[in-house]
């Protein structure tokens, strides 16, 4: 009951929280209800989530557990005391109605569900069949699948009924993974699934059910899944008809697929082989988020998780998501939600470093609630330990409740010491680029002392590369290389004269064999450093021609590398839209149209369609970039901080054609 002395606009807002009928409305009800009882206050009610911001807050809390809280956006001073009790009391009471409406609604929930595997039940089934059919346009297909687990009564017999339990709920990730978002999964016997598919005709209704029978057989490690497909008109067009069509169909099918029950060490041979294919998944990435979603996306393939999802500890003690597979792996809001530490079981992970087993979520009180239709029944959460400090989280979610075994467990954690060993090697790999990039910093401040163009040069050209690569297809380990045969492809210039690189005037033919050299040098230079000796070749290769007319190997085409060749029109580019001792900048539709003049001799025309389209979203040398570029050379570490992301060497072009 309200407290003595509340306002009659509180009590009518109480009286409307409390005849709320579903969690979205009472929520509604009460942000509605706080923003109008206190206006100049601005409170948000906030679900599921842990205060934000300076403001004061109001727990929601009903029968020890926290559902969310009421903040305002600045904070109600003490002596206001009535006006605090007021929003305690909108807070109690919006906790109460709340709880009971969530409450309710897992109650519903699990009236309509099977309780062994999540999925919808069999009344169920049969009235999302009446309904969709009622509801189908003339025009409209909708169809059906029924599937059966071959032999599954050995499974039973052979390994016990726990196991059989274990291969059902894998089955029935593996189905409700296979559908689309307009689609619903039903367990709807001992052994048999079921689809509903609105808006899909015979072939795709095929396409959908083969690909869930492949799902089943390789995550439930049952060798034989039969299935019936019916689709409406086609088929029939009540109930009974479709029905009766797709169970035709399933018994037609039965015994075509191999019957052999799976043997008692199936699942953990599963483990075994999943653990190795991760393992080699995660060798060669270097990328957090890479590292992340690979290990979700097989864990989520490999055994039909409702949900498996990844948590990074950030250093505010915020847990964020970092990749998920599942179906809310499509959802913007979960994939964007943010935990504080202090809440939640992942939360308890987190600051514990202690695994969870959660059999059933609806009796741990740290559980946050998401919606009833897609809470899971229970979840493993498990830490994840880099270079022993806690990086983050492995959570896996299914809906049914006690749906995970130690078997799950022991994978769990053994997926979470794999990711955590590869996320140590990313960083450890980042710390010697890191360093790796000081040096080449210290390079480029040599080279400057020669050649003061040449380091601010390579920033823009590095830029430019970078862009027109990712166009042309690298990534990974080829636009790396990319990036430093950028940076340092001029680098043989440190056994170039110094007065041949700054001469005012055109070179000798004498002087110009000379500076040739550097492409030599530089090669032989990066041979000597183990993680340059794959952008070697790259830098010696930047001067040769795309007609064979190049230095220093004649070098013809396809012959020369890729980054190579882009190099050398980003390089081109850069030096006739700078200004030089010898001549002013020219503008850029000049330059890029010397280049087009030049395409298919000296360069690459794929290059050069592709280097001039990200040209024009890219500052080019010129008046455009030497102001950003003289800056930026003023001291070694803002230039080793361009080359950590992507800054380089070059230097100015040979001679012929007035640089190009």
């Given at each position: 009951m309200p407290f003595r002395g509340a306002s009659p606009r509180l009590v009518a807002a109480l009286a409307e929280i409390a005849a709320a009928r579903s969690v979205e409305e009472c929520a509604q009800v009460t942000q509605r209800a706080a923003n109008g009882l206190f206006p100049g206050l601005r409170p948000t009610l906030r679900l599921g989530t842990g205060p934000d911001g300076a403001g004061s807050v109001f727990p929601l809390v009903a029968r020890e557990r926290t559902i969310g809280h009421l903040q305002t956006a600045r904070p109600v001073p003490p002596q206001r005391r009535r006006q605090r009790a007021h929003l305690r009391t909108l807070a109690e009471h919006a906790a109460l109605a709340l709880d009971n409406l969530f409450t309710l609604a897992e109650h519903d929930a699990r009236a309509r569900r099977d309780p062994l595997t999540g999925l919808l039940n069999h009344r169920e089934f049969h009235e999302a069949v009446e309904a969709r059919l009622r509801d189908r346009g003339d025009a409209d297909a909708l169809s059906v699948v029924i599937f059966d687990l071959d032999a599954f009564k050995a499974v039973n017999d052979h390994d016990g009924h726990a196991a059989g339990d274990r291969t059902l709920r894998a089955a029935a990730g593996a189905v409700a993974a296979a559908c689309r978002t307009t689609d619903a999964a039903f367990r709807i016997g001992g052994d048999e699934f079921a689809l509903v598919l609105p808006d899909a005709d015979r072939d795709a209704a095929a396409r959908i059910a083969r690909r869930a029978a492949d799902a089943i057989e390789r995550v439930a490690h049952r060798p034989g899944v039969s299935f019936g497909v019916a689709t409406a008109p086609d088929d029939g067009t009540t109930r009974d008809q479709l029905l009766s069509r797709a169970d035709q169909g399933m018994y037609l099918n039965k015994g075509r697929a191999e019957t052999t029950a799976s043997a008692g060490d199936a699942p953990e041979r599963s483990r075994l082989a999943?653990?190795?294919?991760?393992?080699?998944?995660?060798?060669?990435?270097?990328?957090?988020?890479?590292?992340?979603?690979?290990a979700v996306d097989e864990l989520h393939s490999a055994f039909g998780f409702f949900l498996a999802v990844i948590q990074r500890l950030d250093a505010d003690r915020v847990l964020r998501v970092v990749a998920a597979a599942g179906p809310l792996a499509r959802d913007d809001a979960f994939l964007a939600h943010e935990q504080p530490v202090q809440e939640g079981v992942n939360g308890r992970v987190a600051r514990t470093g202690q695994p969870a087993a959660i059999p059933d979520t609806t009796l741990d009180p740290d559980y946050l609630r998401r919606d009833p239709r897609s809470d899971p029944g229970s979840e493993l959460s498990l830490p994840i330990f880099v270079d022993n400090a806690i990086w983050g989280v492995l959570n896996l979610e299914q809906l049914a409740t006690h749906a995970f075994g130690d078997d799950d467990l022991l994978l769990a954690d053994a997926v979470a010491a794999q990711v955590g060993a590869a996320l140590h090697r990313a960083r450890l790999t980042s710390e010697l680029e890191s360093s790796f990039a000081t040096t080449l910093g210290i390079l480029a401040d040599v080279l400057e002392t020669k050649d003061a163009y040449t380091a601010d040069h390579a920033d823009e050209v590095a830029k430019l590369a970078l862009s027109a690569?990712?166009?042309?297809?690298?990534?990974?380990?080829?636009?790396?290389?990319?990036?430093?045969?950028?940076?340092?492809?001029?680098?043989?210039?440190?056994?170039?004269?110094s007065d041949i690189l700054t001469k005012p005037g055109r070179l000798t033919p004498s002087e110009f064999e000379e500076i040739k050299e550097h492409s030599a040098i530089g090669d032989a230079l990066l041979k000597r450093i183990p993680l340059l000796s794959d952008v070697a070749p790259l830098v010696r290769a930047v001067h040769e021609r795309y007609d064979g007319a190049g230095y220093p190997d004649g070098l013809q085409g396809n012959a020369i590398p890729l980054p190579s060749r882009i190099v050398a029109v980003c390089d081109a580019l850069h030096a006739m839209t700078s200004d030089r001792p010898y001549r002013r900048a020219r503008p850029r539709d000049v330059a890029l149209?010397?280049?087009?003049?030049?395409?298919?001799?000296?360069?690459?025309?794929?290059?050069?369609?592709?280097?001039?389209?990200?040209?024009?979203?890219?500052?080019?040398?010129?008046?455009?970039?030497?102001?950003?570029?003289t800056a930026a050379a003023s001291s070694?570490?803002?230039?080793?901080?361009?080359i950590s992301s992507s800054a380089g060497t070059s230097a100015r072009t040979i001679p012929t054609s007035d640089h190009v």
């Open positions: 999943v653990a190795a294919r991760l393992a080699t998944k995660l060798a060669p990435l270097d990328d957090p988020h890479a590292i992340a979603q690979t690569g990712r166009d042309l297809g690298l990534a990974g380990a080829d636009l790396r290389a990319l990036r430093y045969c950028a940076m340092l492809h001029d680098i043989g210039k440190i056994g170039v004269r149209a010397e280049l087009r003049r030049c395409a298919g001799t000296q360069f690459d025309p794929w290059v050069v369609d592709a280097v001039a389209q990200a040209a024009t979203g890219v500052s080019v040398g010129g008046a455009e970039g030497s102001a950003a570029a070694r570490a803002r230039r080793s901080s361009r």
